[in-house]
T-cell receptor, first 111, second 114 residues
Framework: GQQVMQIPQYQHVQEGEDFTTYCNSS?????IQWYKQRPGGHPVFLIQ?????EVKKQKRLTFQFGEAKKNSSLHITATQTTDVGTYFC???????????FGTGTRLQVTL | DTAVSQTPKYLVTQMGNDKSIKCEQN?????MYWYKQDSKKFLKIMFS???????INETVPNRFSPKSPDKAHLNLHINSLELGDSAVYFC?????????????FGPGTRLTVT
């Protein structure tokens, strides 16, 4: 079945440093979504990417969808303590009606 | 008003018991889901309903039985609970079926089986 892996599994940064998480799928994706889950919270939708090579920005967050539509990345510039949480990518294959969530990257930010 | 709500928030029970989790959404969405998040934070879909009809039924033990009395509600009943069922169960909803719609998650139900 489809597998979606994320690296790193965990990253600890100092506030102000940049952070990137990478998402890799075993199959070509039609869309990819990103979610953030704060500690003790629930996943919250951040963005969806659809087109090959697409880049979208939300303030300090930059999302990219690979040219082959098998990978994606989320980059956070100048992290803040409010960025703490686990970031999940979630891929959709073809006309599948379900999301396959990645393994997640836990981000810890300290002052 | 909470968009997607779940009850109970915490559930502690013994092996062999039967328990239910309830979910309600007030977003007017057509599609609802149950996810299981294990201790390693892996998030896996279990079931999905679209307008009360089951459309996704992943490889889940048949001790788990979802029910959707109407499109705003989705319940999950679990029979003969096992230790491995301990996890956080999230309900979610989306505007329509098809994974291209963003999903709204409930706060989760933390199930502990002892």
């Amino acid at each position: 079945g489809q597998q979606v892996m994320q690296i790193p599994q965990y990253q600890h940064v100092q506030e102000g440093e940049d952070f990137t998480t990478y998402c890799n799928s075993s199959t070509t994706l039609s869309n990819i979504q990103w979610y953030k889950q704060r500690p003790g919270g629930h996943p919250v939708f951040l963005i969806q990417l659809v087109k090959s090579g697409e880049v979208k920005k939300q303030k300090r967050l930059t999302f990219q969808f690979g040219e082959a539509k098998k990978n994606s990345s989320l980059h956070i510039t100048a992290t803040q303590t409010t960025d703490v949480g686990t970031y999940f990518c979630a891929g959709i294959t073809g006309t599948a009606s379900k999301l396959t969530f990645g393994t997640g990257t836990r981000l810890q930010v300290t002052l | 008003d909470t968009a997607v709500s779940q009850t109970p928030k915490y559930l502690v029970t013994q092996m062999g018991n039967d328990k239910s989790i309830k979910c309600e959404q007030n977003l007017g969405h057509d599609t609802m889901y149950w996810y299981k998040q294990d201790s390693k934070k892996f998030l896996k879909i279990m079931f999905s309903y679209n307008n009360k009809e089951l459309i996704i039924n992943e490889t889940v033990p048949n001790r788990f039985s979802p029910k959707s009395p109407d499109k705003a509600h989705l319940n999950l009943h679990i029979n003969s609970l096992e230790l491995g069922d301990s996890a956080v169960y999230f309900c979610a909803s989306s505007q329509a079926a098809g994974a291209a719609y963003e999903q709204y998650f409930g706060p989760g139900t933390r199930l502990t089986v002892t």
